[in-house]
């Protein structure tokens, strides 16, 4: 049995999926596991996965490695985290709607016609159906502003852009980390009548 099946299996065996494996040259193995999604159940993509979780599959991967007889000096199980990599049309099903960081394996080049720069790679936006079959992000260019200007209630925001894709012609996709420091804004049940 080879090293992925033996990962693969034994995570799967627990109850989560398998969504990353890195093998470094020093003996290091890093695990990345989530809790499986389904697209019926859209609640499942808040469900974080947890330091005893963690601790369950070190356990078991330890065992299951020793028994098979891989060599190895560390072995790391995480969850994927903010920035959670997209692998798989699966993964752009579950995270449909949210803010993704994406980079394109070739620059636009000259279909980009003055939108956006022609040797741009990187985008962020949001992850939606394209009407094609494909995918496309959506965002607006950031408003250049100064530190301490103010900006008119009045002012023009810039056009929404689009760029479709297919997984194919990307490089890295993964979950945009953006974290809001000012505290959770309270939902539409949540306001006091």
Not at 54 to 64: F, G, H, I, P, S
Not at 146 to 164: D, H, N, T, V, Y
């Amino acid at each position: 049995m080879s090293f992925q099946q033996i990962v693969e299996q034994t995570v799967s065996g627990l109850g989560y999926d398998l969504v990353e494996i890195e093998r470094s040259a020093g003996g290091l193995v890093r695990i990345t596991i989530d809790w499986p999604w389904t697209p019926d159940l859209r609640e499942q993509a808040t469900a974080f996965i947890t330091v005893e979780d963690c601790e369950k599959v070190n356990r078991q991967l330890q065992y299951a490695l020793e028994v098979e007889a891989v060599e190895y000096r560390r072995l790391e199980i995480s969850s994927p985290g903010l920035d959670r990599p997209l692998r798989g049309e699966k993964d752009f099903e579950r995270f449909l709607g949210e803010v993704i960081d994406i980079t394109l394996k070739a620059p636009m080049g000259e279909a980009a016609a003055g939108l956006v720069n022609a040797n741009r790679k990187k985008f962020r936006g949001t992850l939606e159906r394209a009407d094609q079959g494909g995918w496309q992000i959506v965002w607006r260019e950031e408003l250049k502003v100064k530190p301490g200007q103010k900006i008119s209630k009045k002012r023009e925001l810039p056009p929404l852009q689009a760029l479709g894709f297919v997984l194919d012609e990307l490089r890295d996709a993964r979950l945009a980390p953006i974290v809001d420091f000012k505290g959770r804004a309270a939902a539409p049940d949540d306001v006091a009548e």
